[in-house]
């Protein structure tokens, strides 16, 4: 596993970002992508159909993005990380404390509920009381998976020990990473 300051042997391709719901994967992996000049593909877009259905199409639009050349995308949903894995190139693990993960997908849901932003595929966040009456809302559902990413991760590095993991711990190592190692290594 590399930290923040370590060195890249290659410029990355088609890059995963993983992390806990409200970690800032999205925004890293937009980040990454504007750095390296590739395409990011927002896997939420990809997911979520009109009122919060799963799209058919999902897999199908997984299996062509995974053979494009480049690309970077958050790695997330069961029924994709194996397919997104097995192409990648580089994973950057965007490990950050509960509680920064915690106030930001709190803020980021608030935001976005009280803006009545439009999401993918005209969703809008639901009322803010769901996040005490809906067990899968966004806010409850990054506290109870908040371990799982790191389990995911321990265990894709023990099926793909070749595959470099870049493990951030903030924010900071994030902007220190994407100009450091991730600049040096697309010289």
Not at 10 to 30: D, Q
């Amino acid at each position: 596993m590399l930290t923040s300051t370590q060195s890249l042997q290659a410029c990355p391709r088609r890059v995963l970002v993983a992390g806990t719901s409200g970690s800032g994967k999205t925004t890293l992996a937009s980040r990454i992508a504007r750095q390296l000049g590739i395409p990011h593909v927002e896997i939420d877009a990809l997911y979520h159909g009109p009122n919060w259905t799963p799209r058919e199409s999902f897999m199908d639009d997984v299996s062509a993005l995974v053979e494009e050349d480049k690309w970077v995308t958050e790695w997330q949903y069961s029924s994709a990380r194996a397919v997104l894995a097995a192409r990648a190139d580089l994973v950057v693990w965007l490990d950050l404390p509960v509680a920064t993960v915690m106030r930001q997908v709190t803020v980021r849901t608030m935001r976005r509920r009280l803006r009545r932003e439009v999401l993918w595929n005209g969703n809008r966040e639901p009322s803010l009381w769901t996040a005490f009456t809906d067990p899968d809302h966004i806010i409850r559902w990054a506290w109870k998976t908040r371990r799982r990413t790191a389990e995911r991760v321990v265990a894709l590095m023990g099926e793909r020990p070749e595959l470099p993991v870049v493990r951030l711990l903030s924010h900071r190592e994030a902007r220190a990473w994407l100009a450091g190692p991730l600049a040096a290594s697309s010289r």
